[in-house]
């Protein structure tokens, strides 16, 4: 698997349970998620999903929501009661409208995917949750716990952002005031990579879509095929229309995706999910020089 979509980590070992009733989307998801270098296991509806967690205990589940007989909000609640589940995410897809983002996390899914998802979403998203899953089972008791991320804590999360449309910058710096992290403005790509090479490099950029800025795509690709900066989280902030059109299948970086309004949930989710990240990454990091 490439350096691009896993952080230079080897994602071989870690199984996908695939849950859809339509054999088609499941072919094609499956030939997706294959791509990053999982094992998948499929199931055509919740009930034989949840049979099979306990034998093949997943490091993922990638669900969809409208399935005949248990649907996917029903099957996630089921799932997260079973001992194998501790600690697994589930990611459900839904085509349904705006109440089930909130019922998907009301059931205990740990994301959710609009679909169809564009490829490239897909894979970063998937990528991201494993990476994290992966660390933590490699540290154990060992692995660092989320108080680096609060306001009480004495580390202060440092995001750098690069955003050509102002008053998104400015949502945003809000948003990491109220999150208690500490923000960093670029007016360019070319200021931000100088930035990259020569200083203390942050927890989490966050990269607009913009051809304002540059070219993103490049930018983001380079920072993570180098050496120095291939374990840094990256957000993209990008349009819905460009996200399923240029960037559809061309892996370009990023951790995750998040549209350019995106409310303030969605918004904390990412930051704190990708920051864990960044956490996880550090701690290994770190031991690696120990050693």
Same mark, same amino acid.
């Given at each position: 698997m490439g350096i691009i979509l896993g952080f230079g980590h080897d994602l071989s070992a870690c199984k996908v349970l695939l849950v859809d009733d339509d054999s088609f989307m499941r072919r094609l998801f499956e030939t997706h998620v294959r791509t990053l270098g999982c094992e998948v296991a499929t199931a055509k509806n919740g009930e034989e999903a949840v049979r099979m967690v306990p034998g093949i205990k997943p490091d993922l589940v990638l669900m969809d929501v409208v399935m005949p007989g248990m649907d996917g909000?029903?099957?996630?609640?089921?799932?997260?009661?079973?001992?194998?589940?501790? #600690?697994?995410?589930?990611?459900?897809?839904?085509?349904? #409208?705006?109440?089930?983002?909130?019922?998907?996390?009301?059931?205990?899914?740990?994301?959710?995917?609009?679909?169809?998802? &564009?490829?490239?979403?897909?894979?970063?998203?998937?990528?991201?949750?494993?990476?994290?899953?992966?660390?933590? &089972?490699?540290?154990?008791e060992a692995a660092p716990l989320d108080e680096p991320l609060s306001k009480g804590s004495a580390h202060k999360p440092m995001v750098w952002m690069a955003c050509a449309t102002v008053s998104l910058c400015h949502r945003l710096l809000a948003q990491l005031d109220r999150d208690g992290y500490s923000g960093r403005t670029f007016e360019g790509l070319a200021a931000l990579s100088e930035?990259?090479?020569?200083?203390?490099?942050?927890?989490?950029?966050?990269?607009?879509?913009?051809?304002?800025?540059?070219?993103?795509?490049?930018? &983001?690709?380079?920072?993570?095929?180098?050496?120095?900066?291939?374990?840094?989280?990256?957000?993209?902030?990008?349009?819905?229309?460009?996200?399923?059109?240029?960037?559809?299948? &061309?892996?370009?970086?990023?951790?995750?995706?998040?549209?350019?309004?995106?409310?303030?949930?969605?918004?904390?989710?990412?930051?704190?999910?990708?920051?864990?990240?960044?956490?996880?990454?550090?701690?290994?990091?770190?031991?690696?020089?120990?050693?």
């Open positions: 909000f029903e099957t996630c609640i089921w799932m997260k009661r079973l001992p194998a589940m501790k #600690g697994v995410p589930v990611v459900l897809l839904t085509a349904l #409208g705006r109440d089930a983002k909130e019922r998907s996390f009301a059931a205990g899914a740990d994301s959710y995917l609009r679909k169809p998802p &564009s490829i490239t979403e897909l894979q970063a998203k998937l990528s991201t949750l494993l990476l994290i899953r992966d660390l933590e &089972s490699q540290m154990g930035a990259l090479e020569a200083e203390m490099l942050p927890d989490l950029l966050v990269l607009e879509h913009n051809p304002a800025l540059g070219d993103v795509v490049e930018v &983001s690709r380079y920072i993570r095929e180098s050496e120095a900066t291939a374990h840094l989280p990256i957000l993209m902030l990008v349009a819905e229309a460009d996200l399923k059109a240029e960037l559809n299948e &061309s892996p370009c970086g990023a951790s995750e995706f998040l549209g350019k309004n995106p409310d303030a949930g969605d918004l904390r989710q990412r930051l704190k999910l990708l920051l864990r990240l960044s956490v996880l990454e550090s701690a290994r990091r770190l031991n690696r020089l120990k050693i």
